[in-house]
């Protein structure tokens, strides 16, 4: 790793920060405090499993499918792809085959007019995303990991369908990618998920290191 640039796409965890619509918002309390007179610092969190930066799991669309805990860390580190897809809103099949992602490609991620998005704290419904033809085409593609900047890779509302056409053939969906100033080109993942038995999702810290 000597010379590569680290690139942390992680969204920090805070109060206040943007979560998907209907989800408990995030809190952090501190419960034991050095100032207080207690002999250290300890704190309690409440969140989402879908909170920020995280992936969702087999089981968050299809019942009895796997957790979190179940996804090989070999899908989640090696080479990934970076692609640019600017003034796109449903990216499709036809903006793929236009992106010319080459054969062989694993890990991808898509870096949209969302990259602005996610430091807002009022979640916006018109993000970039993944249409249902652009996931089945994924899938053809061999991609095993398909990562996005927003808090969801489908569309507001209308998730489904493509959550399933990825959970059901194994591609791990990592969502709220921090991809600001980040240029496209290839780079090494490192991308894990805090293991929590049987959960449907977990928060991720995701780092990316420059060939």
């Known amino acids: 790793m000597k010379n590569r640039r680290i690139y942390d796409i992680s969204m920090g965890v805070r109060e206040g920060m943007i979560t998907w619509p209907g989800d408990a918002p995030v809190k952090v309390q501190r419960v034991k ?13 409440e969140m989402s499993a879908h909170t920020g930066t995280h992936m969702d799991a087999p089981i968050h669309f299809v019942d009895g499918a796997g957790g979190i805990d179940t996804i090989s860390p070999t899908l989640m580190i090696g080479p990934a792809l970076v692609v640019e897809m600017p003034g796109v809103k449903m ?3 036809n903006d793929l085959k236009n992106a010319h992602i080459p054969p062989g490609v694993h890990r991808l991620i898509l870096k949209t007019d969302n990259v602005d998005l996610l430091g807002k704290s009022v979640f916006n419904e018109s993000y970039s995303c993944i249409a249902p033809d652009g996931a089945r085409s994924l899938v053809d593609m061999g991609v095993r990991l398909i990562g996005v900047d927003y808090l969801s890779v489908a569309e507001f509302g209308r998730g489904d369908e493509v ?9 791990v969906i990592v969502e709220g990618l921090d991809l600001r100033g980040v240029p496209a080109g290839m780079y090494h993942m490192v991308a894990l998920p805090v293991k929590i038995s049987g959960a449907d999702g977990a928060p991720a810290r995701v780092v990316l290191f420059s060939q």
Not at 163 to 171: N, S, Y
């Open 33 to 45: 405090s050095m100032s207080r007179g207690d002999r250290l610092n300890l704190s309690r969190l």
């Open 163 to 171: 959550h399933r056409i990825f959970l059901t053939q194994g591609v």
């Open 91 to 93: 990216i499709g099949e």
